[in-house]
């Protein structure tokens, strides 16, 4: 008989992790990296680990770590992060350490002998309220000095103050990077946070890869002038630039893209912004995903000349910035097929699909042999009170966590 998971255990702990930062008000988790409610869960957890006779500490970046195993053996991780947007809900990223937890409760009550060592790594500010993804930067050797002296908050706030309210001396973060070679792998289990699994009736989605990214800062600029003298065909009107613009995507994304591309204009100031006067200036964001870097720059490539054409076009002048490019990145393919493997075994409905949201296990992918898995999301909602995913469903995904996390290594 397979061992399996004890779903009761599991809900038990996403509830009490629920709590720290839980709002009666809207309902919604507070519970920012580095705030007073974002460590308190950190402690419960290192006593639940404590209690688990684990190896526990919390490293220089705030990462809560238990491990299972002797010093010199090679460790499979299991995690994900413990840090939520504000207003955020209760499964995102507490569901892959609680699955992690899991596991190794029903390895030490099924006498389970281990080759390897099994480690529960809940990882610290995945959210980006300072900008990154502090805490698997850091286990996978991708921190920055000067970034980690810079980096605030929305408010202002430096991370490494943030850090220090915490009795974290922010410098020692450059220290938590784990050695690779005393890897064997890491995994996460994770929300999907949008609606294809629930919409295709699939249990399980196998991440094939986290999509690459782009960020560009768009201008058109033309001449602003009186909305009731200026004639219709003598203007250079920057909103019917990006008019334009935004009904071309379509187009861009069959003749450039795959079904894993998405555009997206999501912030627009028109200016000068005044009901009566045309408008002399827009500058919007154009946000970019694939999973192939070849199609994030055939893409953008397309973008640029459209925009162009459409300048002239309108007597408009074209001017982008480009504000980050992230490349794609893929999960190891043996993870991928393990995971797989062990959906289908159990007889989950299984997909292989993209990430189009940053993980802790992007990182993870540079260093070790990553998988990450999904598990649907109610109505495709996330970073929000009403965040939902069936219990049948993290049960599903945990059990097969467990069984890939066995694979490896007993
Ligand atoms: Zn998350």
């Not at 988790?29 to 705030?35: A, D, E, K, V």
């Not at 006593?47 to 190896?55: D, F, P, R, V």
């Not at 994900?80 to 596991?103: I, N, Q, R, T, Y």
């Not at 502090?134 to 103050?161: C, F, I, P």
């Amino acid at each position: 008989m397979n061992p399996v998971i004890n779903l009761e255990r599991v809900k038990q702990d996403i509830y009490t992790l629920g709590r720290f930062g839980y709002n009666a008000e809207d309902q919604g988790i507070y519970r920012q990296g580095f705030s007073e409610e974002d460590m308190k869960a950190r402690y419960w957890l290192m006593q639940q680990m404590e209690e688990l006779e684990l190896q526990v500490y919390m490293d220089g970046a705030g990462n809560v770590v238990g491990r299972l195993g002797g010093a010199e053996q090679k460790a499979l991780l299991i995690g994900s992060h413990l840090d939520s947007v504000p207003a955020g809900g209760m499964f995102d990223g507490v569901l892959g350490v609680v699955a992690g937890l899991e596991c190794i409760r029903v390895i030490k009550e099924n006498n389970i002998k281990l080759r390897h060592a099994l480690e529960v790594v809940a990882t610290s500010e995945e959210e980006g309220r300072f900008g990154g993804m502090l805490g698997a930067q850091a286990l996978t050797g991708n921190l920055k000095l000067d970034w980690l002296e810079r980096a605030k908050d929305h408010g202002g706030l430096l991370l490494r103050e943030a850090m220090g309210s915490c009795q974290l001396p922010y410098h020692l973060a450059m220290e938590a990077a784990r050695d690779p070679d005393s890897l064997m792998g890491f995994l996460e289990l994770h929300i999907e946070q949008g609606p294809v699994l629930e919409q295709t009736h699939n249990t399980i989605g196998v991440v094939e890869g986290i999509s690459g990214v782009f960020k560009w800062l768009i201008k058109f600029i033309g001449k602003a002038d009186h909305a009731g003298t200026a004639p219709m065909d003598l203007r250079s009107d920057a909103f019917m630039g990006l008019a334009d613009f935004a009904h071309e995507i379509p187009r861009i994304i069959d003749e450039e893209g795959t079904d894993k591309t998405r555009l997206t204009i999501g912030s627009v100031e028109l200016k000068p912004g005044f009901a009566h006067t045309v408008p002399g200036e827009v500058d919007f964001t154009l946000v970019g995903r694939d999973m192939s870097e070849e199609v994030m720059l055939n893409i953008a490539n397309s973008c640029r000349k459209v925009c162009s054409s459409i300048a002239r076009r309108h007597k408009l002048m074209f001017e982008y910035d480009q504000m980050s490019w992230l490349e794609p990145k893929p999960c190891t393919p043996v993870m991928i097929e393990l995971l797989e493997k062990h959906a289908k075994k159990l007889g989950y409905k299984t997909l292989i699909m993209p990430s189009g949201a940053g993980h802790d296990a992007q990182f993870f992918a540079d260093i070790t042999p990553t998988g990450l898995m999904f598990i649907p999301s109610v109505g495709g909602i996330s970073h929000a009170p009403d965040e939902w995913s069936h219990w049948h469903d993290v049960e599903k995904g945990c059990n097969v966590l467990l069984q890939a996390a066995l694979e490896l290594v007993v």
